[in-house]
């Protein structure tokens, strides 16, 4: 073995602040995003999109169009037989609707002609019958009997699913409690709005085999959506994800119009390009759920949560999309930011006739958190308790297991919340400053890659390629994909301070599907972790190589072996040395031709119940963020004026795109806490009565402009991970969980009036005010969480309380474990 | 096949003058992309919105989506291709590259070439001026901050040089 100590000391590279790979690429403008793509003999497609939001089709007529001037094919859902979808529990999207609709938006035919004019011209030339069925506009709606539900695999009428389960018996958890909250939340859905409008290029060779070029955020589930959607062995296809000009969750999915291209230049031997309009990304969505929410928490007089019990309601959408694990993700998570002795939750997704909702920034959690932040804030402002102090009471101890079951490793979240107190001066703001300014605080954690594959399967997540030739020249392969957060930069940093050259020496090769290894793509905050441990493993098995090789001819013991500065040397003796490129010709003639693989998984999750795949995470980050507000009385505008935040990353690859990306997802918070939301409209009954989106287009979605962007102060702490690469956990997502409830927590602080839901606009601060003037109590937000039929509760018992991580039902050995169980808890938590 | 009537069109581009045929509907920015393969001008939304397709007509910063090529004869137009001096970067690339000025990289150009016209107009903005000038570009990754930071430090970057130049020639 080589040298292989690795410290903040010696790094060379990681945790400097450093110009990321492909930045010179992207301000000289030479970075080729999917629409940038332009191949000889390439024509152009457009989708025709159900104008109803929920019919069947009855026919569709395309000769007129087919007859077009310029068009070279039309395709309908008669052309695409086999329904594709991204879970494999639904399976339920079709790339063209072949008997029905389900949204506005829907596609029903495509054109491909010679330009996107003269298909755009053909699209109004399709003669589409359809017999209307009735629209579900609401959740309300969904719940109800209907005659016609959107998917005939609902559980029942347009219930998707529900979901329950209980660790440890709750109802007696919050019967011993002190004090039980309750309270209910709204978070509407809103969008993801990357400033790329998605892409796709297609061509086919002669042999038949087919390349996609995309923007999309996951080639390998694209890959796997191509070839079952169109019925080839997917040996035979290419995917290649383009830089994504940012994906924020909105490009995960596989896309229809990305397997209708890839068939059209199937058909007719030429190129293919699709781009959509950015109202059709509006309309793609696949964005937050609009999630409805009641807490109920037992808090013991020290502000200890005894239990807590979570009911949530999502909004669906049309389609499944990643829905069943955004279900779960509105509550497998809320045990990881603070102990929860007990825990019991319920969840249900409902199908309405409105854009897929999907995944997210954060995906799931902001919703949950947003109501656990805000109830915390209630919770310690009725105990008297600062609420700095309340959170810093409930952090669980590190390398701990949750009560379901989830590991937890490394955990800065009592750091992150004594830095932004402290940086935001919060002793002497909090209920302190004048009426109409107020700060507020908030915390959240996030996975660092889901642990669990979107199919069943026991390969790695990622996979890492390294080769290396006489030239020097290093080149690393890996399937992940650079949506902007900058995966390129660290897969080649990562290898570049393990063979000790520099960044310019090592070309990355990336989202490949032809060239790369396998990795799962840009989603769960999980490249940085999974990616990176996979080329840290195959840098090392290269250097080690290297190692041997040049110990053997310098006769040097190999474990004096170093790498730094282009050189390879006798750590004891660095004057002993030779170029990396000596080095390398010295390994290719000990050991032939140089390639070293490394891959990763995820470690095996301690939770044995069913479904408890969706949570575990090598490791999790925490945020904890302070916002400072000014409420406008007669405007009830909210101007967020600086946000602290500190965030707990194990280590800081590169501190400047680390900032970035915390920065990046405090400007979405703000944006999510204050305006941003995705809503739907009736367009009046002389027109269509249709259920359309209200907003689709950039003027209409708000979101902040530079003129709104709050100052941010931000605060890196790092705490190396074990399971990370050189300790490094996600940044991605983490930052944004905190902001929505820190500014609801600091507009109560300023004005006294709660808005329980995001987002917090004008007139619900204003109509707050009225209810507060008026003697009311002062709080806009839902009355009561909806009725619904739960299932039967999975029981699992917390570890603490003698689980072993296995579902049961057993109501005597839930009720032989209480009585000597609550004072384990008790234990547990005087221990923290 | 669209019908629309092809038209000689004049353009200097990037100090290049273009001699091109294109069809009388299309923008600026469709023929700046498709007709002359400029693809680093990038479009968010084609319909004025969001500031991605930003360059310069005469020194002042377009939205290219909105303009007809037409309305461009003879027109000076400076895209993000030719903000480099050959292979010397502008110092706002430089300061967007070094500050994290740039995530995803889509809205990059048409925020670079907003600043390019801020900085000549006013060499050493506030932070309040390059919001103002710099609103209608948005960015879905940075959260502006290092934007700003960026627009900044090339701002000093620029005159230290001319000042520098001045020392010498004096």
Partial sequence: MSHREYSSDTFRIIGKPRVRIDALSKVTGQ?????????????????????????????????????????????????????????????????????????????????????????????????????????IATVAEALQATEAPLQNYAEEHNIHRRLAYSFGDVDEALAQADHVFEDTFLYEGNTHMAMEQHASVAATDPDGRVTLWSSTQCPHYVHRALAKALEMPAAHIRVIACPNGGGFGGKTDPFNHEIVVTKASMLLGRPVKICLTRQEVFYCHRGRHQVTMKFRTGVNNDGKLTGMHLQTLLDGGAYGSYGIASTFYTTALQPVTYQLPRYSWEACRVFTNKPPSGPKRGHGTPQPRFGQEVQLDKIAEKLQIDPAKLRLGMIAPANSLTCNFLKVGTIGLAECIDRVVSRSGWKDKHKKLPRGRGVGLACGAYMSGAGTAIYWNKMPHSGVQIKLDRSGAVTVYC??????????????????????????????????TDLTPVDLGSYSSRVTLMMGNAAIEAAERARDLIASAVAEKLEIAVDHIGFAERLVFDVEDPNRNMTFQQAVICAEEKHGTMATTGSYAPPKSAARFPGGGVGPSPTYSYTAAVAEVEVDEASGVVEVTRIYIAHDIGRSLNPVQVEGQVIGGVYMGVGEAL???????????????ALVHDNPSMLEYKTLTMHDMPEVCVDIIENPDPNGPFGAKEVGQGPLLPIMPAIANAIFDAVGVRVDEVPITPVKVLKALEMQAAGHDARVGPKAFPNIEWPQAMFVLPPWEGGDGKASNRPERKRAAKMHTMDKVKGASEQT | MSGSKKVQLHLNVNNEDMHVLVESSKTLLEVLREDLTLTGTKHGCELGECGACTVLKDGKPVLSCLLLALEC???????????ADKDQLHPLQLAFAQHGGLQCGYCTPGMLMTAKALL???????????????????????????????????????????????????
């Fill in chain 1, 31 to 135: 970075t080729l995003f999917a629409d940038d793509i332009s191949l000889p003999r390439m024509l152009h497609c457009k989708l025709l999109r159900s104008s109803l939001p929920h019919a069947l089709i009855e026919t569709v007529d395309v000769s007129r169009a087919s007859a077009h001037p310029g068009v070279q094919l039309v395709l309908t859902g008669e052309d695409f037989p086999v329904e594709y979808g991204i879970l494999p529990v639904s399976q339920d999207e079709r790339p063209l609707c072949r008997d029905k609709v389900r949204f506005v938006g829907d596609p029903v035919a495509a054109v491909i002609a010679c330009d996107e004019q003269t298909a755009c011209e053909a699209l109004s030339l399709i003669d589409v019958s359809y017999q209307p069925l009735p629209t």
């Fill in chain 1, 479 to 512: 399937g992940a994909t650079d949506v902007g957060q900058g995966s390129d930069d660290v897969l080649v940093s990562l290898v570049t301070e393990v063979l000790g050259i520099e960044t310019i020496d090592v070309k990355c090769v990336t989202g490949d």
């Fill in chain 1, 675 to 689: 305006m941003e939301e995705s809503g739907s409209r009736r367009l009046p009954p002389k027109l269509s009565d």
């Fill in chain 2, 73 to 83: 004869e003879d027109a000076q137009i400076e895209t993000i291709e030719g903000l």
């Fill in chain 2, 120 to 170: 000549e107009n006013e060499a050493r903005p506030t932070r309040a001026q390059i919001r103002e000038a710099l609103s209608g570009n948005l960015c879905r990754c940075t959260g502006y901050q290092q934007v700003i930071e960026s627009v900044e430090e090339a701002a000093i970057t620029i005159e230290e040089t001319e000042n520098s130049a001045a020392g010498v020639k004096s």
